[in-house]
């Protein structure tokens, strides 16, 4: 009778959702492996297909501030897939809404389904609703809620708001273990063309994560930062104090 063996991979798999140590059954894997590999594929497949519940965001959002919907030029989603381009440009029809809205806020903050919808359905709301709580005093543009966006999106929006300073938060493109993470970009006084190396970005926002109110404490520290020293980007590196949660958890 053959004793079973320990498995030696238990503890590292406690430390870390990769897939580490999952034995195989002749050439292939186990089953239950199999099975879960599928799952989280399908997972973050359907984070890039499906398309967030914007009703909802907007009614949990107006508890928070004004909001404006407006949409990039990508007309669905198929198109915003093969066509980066036009996710990062307004819509005439949003282009023309935003030029009566009040201009030159201190910050402009546009909530953009990414690659996620469901990181912005889990995460935006309590990661803005924390950053408002961490910014008093600060005079803040009505929030966007964008679809069909990408980061430059907010650039666009600029343009005509004119704001001192966007921050973008957006669905990133979702892995095998995080399908509903959240990235926040941040950039001082943007416009279109803006390039990458003039941002500054807190990623990997949601709960086995950063959780949302840490991201806010470490955004509210780099917005302030950016006011005092009217720079984003590479000039800007992140030196915020450790941050704790309100349970006393970091």
Not at 14 to 42: D, E, K, N, S
Request: glycine share 8%.
């Amino acid at each position: 009778m053959t004793t079973p063996t320990r498995d030696p991979w238990a503890r590292l798999r406690l430390a870390t959702p990769a897939r580490i140590g999952l034995g195989h059954v002749g050439p292939g894997q186990p089953t239950a492996a199999l099975l879960a590999f599928q799952a989280a594929h399908a997972a973050a497949r359907d984070a890039v297909l499906t398309r967030p519940d914007f009703d909802g965001l907007e009614r949990r959002l107006a508890s928070l501030g004004p909001v404006r919907r407006i949409a990039s030029q990508a007309a669905d989603r198929a198109t915003y897939l093969k066509r980066p381009d036009l996710g990062r440009l307004l819509s005439d029809e949003s282009a023309a809404a935003l030029a009566d809205a009040p201009k030159g806020a201190d910050l402009l903050i546009l909530i953009g389904d990414g690659l996620s919808a469901a990181a912005i359905e889990r995460q935006a709301v309590p990661v803005v609703a924390a950053l408002i709580r961490h910014l008093p005093g600060w005079r803040l543009a009505s929030l966007l809620l964008a679809e069909g966006a990408r980061v430059a999106l907010g650039d666009a929006a600029a343009a005509i708001l004119d704001p001192t300073l966007v921050l973008v938060l957006i669905g990133e493109r979702p892995g095998l273990s995080s399908p509903d993470s959240l990235g926040a970009y941040l950039t001082w006084r943007p416009r279109p063309g803006t390039v990458d190396a003039a941002r500054n970005c807190v990623s990997n926002i949601h709960a086995a994560g950063l959780a949302p109110e840490l991201a806010a404490q470490r955004l509210a520290w780099l917005l302030t930062e950016a006011r005092a020293r009217r720079l984003t980007g590479v000039g800007l590196k992140d030196g915020a104090p450790a941050l704790s949660a309100p349970d006393g958890s970091s």
